[in-house]
């Protein structure tokens, strides 16, 4: 479950956000869409946590992106091919497949929300229609497209500058979405953009799920630090998620 | 080499154990070779925990305020504890009680469960005054006196860093019978969101852990190594073997990794394998020697 692994290659996604390839066949084979790897991305202590990071794909390589934003990630994205990591996982409890019935698939994504579901749509490609709905800050957000279209996802793009797609959030795209019962959703993202996928799916009795995301500890349910609010109480998103029924997770404003 | 320790009348096979709430039934927790475990606290009802954000990484260490989610002592004991008991190593279960009433009803339950000691969480609020019960000697010695006077097992009372001096309190813990002291819990601490003016944790203020903690816990533990005479169980910071010797050779008889796994679960196993070889390049054939060994002193 802990084992260190080799870069192969720590590049630009897209002007905005890093993918990192790992040789890491143990976690590859085992891992499920939506689980997650914890990186411990230096030895010293300083930054103290490992950091969580979505499996965007799991073939050859163990694929994971992400944006620079604090020390972690910057320390990250200064990896060379060749240098190892040590990393735990794969963790949580991923996505499942969409109930008997299902023929639909719509996934609502907004910013790095979307990493999981490369890994997702590579298993759901065959069985169902994918619809994408992927909002993003900018055309220097948005990634992975050619992928996503390899997996015969029909995507539709929002950006909050409308320098491509609708200009807006990804819920301006909601109406694309054929809101009957054979119709399932998945979303992952900011919690409003969640928030705004729940209104809409219990508007129109749809379900689905979501993957969360927590500042986190130890990522395996023993420090219960990032326990989030359902219906059921607290859970942890490291161990009972990252994925929840869409209608099990209570968020605030 | 004789690595086993003494706790009341029990001898555990070695000093290395975990810290309440850092340790758990899973995969990369290995736990079959240490002294002992001590799980996550119980009390004597479940309680749902604290509102997220939880937790706060910091320079070298972590805010936490959990607030002891745990599904009540009954459920624990049905439930968690039958299958820790099954990896076969000495378990120290962790207690906390809002009055002196759920103290003795948690001592008479765990009397039954089959625990090797009985450590009292006293980060408690001390209902008549407004502190909690680990800051006021008279409480410490009344809980103390009156979880003695029912426990069949070995009682450790686990001490707050956050008073004016922790041997005070410790010596109140020993004058009332207690087998040992743990110490020290985590640390008051905050930290502040500037751009929202908000605190970073929903219950506002937190427990400092981590290597951040270690010097200030080393000294604490010297000190109450100092004033009294039952063994002290000693965690603040651990992350390796160094780390653990210094608060043995400070007067500590047993040692607990804590926040260190959260980072790699392997820590306990990893200090317990270097102190084995630290006695072994020093000769040292019996950990007591090293108990208390600082010089000039």
Redesign the interface.
């Known amino acids: 479950?802990?084992d260190t692994f080799k870069i192969v290659s720590n590049e630009k996604l897209c002007p905005k956000f890093y993918k990192l390839c790992l040789e890491a066949k143990s976690i590859a084979q085992k891992a499920k869409p939506g689980q997650f790897v914890h990186i411990?991305v230096n030895a010293e202590?300083?930054?103290?946590?490992?950091r969580p990071f979505s499996i965007h794909r799991a073939n050859k390589y163990l694929e994971i992106c992400y944006e620079v934003i604090g020390p972690g990630t910057k320390i990250l994205a200064a990896k060379k091919p060749g240098e190892n990591l040590?990393i735990?996982g794969p963790l949580g409890n991923g996505f499942m497949l969409p109930p008997q019935g299902i023929k639909k698939v719509a996934i609502v994504a907004g910013g790095m929300g979307v990493a999981p579901f490369l890994a997702l749509t590579d298993q759901l490609k065959k069985k169902y229609e994918i619809i994408l709905l992927y909002g993003g800050r900018t055309k220097d957000h948005i990634f992975s497209l050619k992928a996503y279209k390899d997996n015969g996802c029909k995507i539709y793009i929002s950006t909050d500058d409308g320098s491509v797609g609708t200009k807006g959030r990804v819920s301006e795209l909601f109406s694309k979405i054929i809101p009957d019962a054979s119709t399932y959703i998945y979303t992952c993202g900011p919690k409003p953009m969640i928030k705004a996928v729940q209104d809409f799916a219990n508007k129109h009795q749809l379900k689905g799920q979501a993957s969360l995301e927590?500042?986190m500890?130890?990522?395996?349910?023993?420090?219960?630090?990032?326990?989030?609010?359902t219906i059921h109480?607290?859970k942890t998103v490291c161990h009972d998620g990252p994925v929840f029924e869409l209608g099990e997770v209570v968020l605030g404003k | 080499m004789d690595l086993s320790v003494k706790i009341g009348n029990v001898t555990f096979k070695n000093p290395v154990t975990v810290a309440s709430g850092t340790w758990g039934l899973v995969e990369g927790y290995s736990s079959s070779s240490l002294g002992a475990v001590i799980p996550k606290t119980v009390t004597l009802y479940a309680r749902q925990g604290n509102p997220p954000p939880r937790i706060v990484e910091t320079p070298a260490g972590m805010v936490n305020a959990i607030g002891i989610e745990n599904p009540g002592a009954d459920a624990f004991i049905a439930g968690k504890l039958m299958e820790i008991k099954k990896i076969g190593v000495p378990v120290i279960a962790s207690v906390s009680g809002n009055s002196d009433e759920e103290f003795q009803a948690l001592t008479e339950k765990f009397n039954l469960a089959g625990v090797s000691a009985l450590e009292l969480n006293l980060s408690c609020p001390n209902l008549k005054h407004k502190t909690l019960v680990a800051q006021d000697p008279i409480a410490v010695k009344r809980v103390v006196a009156l979880v003695k006077k029912l426990a069949r097992m070995p009682v450790v009372a686990k001490l707050s860093p956050n008073v004016t001096d922790i041997s005070v309190i410790a010596k109140a813990a020993e004058d009332a019978g207690a087998d040992a002291v743990s110490l020290v819990n985590t640390f008051t601490a905050m930290v502040i969101d500037v751009h929202k003016r908000k605190s970073m944790i929903g219950n506002f203020t937190g427990g400092l852990s981590g290597p951040a903690i270690r010097p200030i816990a080393v000294a604490m533990v010297y000190k109450t190594a100092q004033t009294v005479k039952i063994p002290i169980i000693a965690m603040g910071g651990i992350m390796t073997a160094e780390d653990a010797l210094q608060f043995i050779i400070a007067g500590a008889t047993m040692v607990a990794v804590g926040t260190a796994s959260f980072v790699n679960p392997e820590t306990p196993v990893e200090v317990l394998e270097g102190i084995k070889e630290y006695m072994k390049k020093n000769k040292i054939k019996d950990i007591k020697e090293l108990v208390g060994s600082i010089q000039g002193s």
Request: a neutral charge.
């Open positions: 479950m802990r411990r202590l300083e930054p103290f946590f490992r040590d735990l927590e500042v500890a130890c990522g395996v349910g023993v420090c219960l630090g990032c326990a989030t609010a109480g607290y």
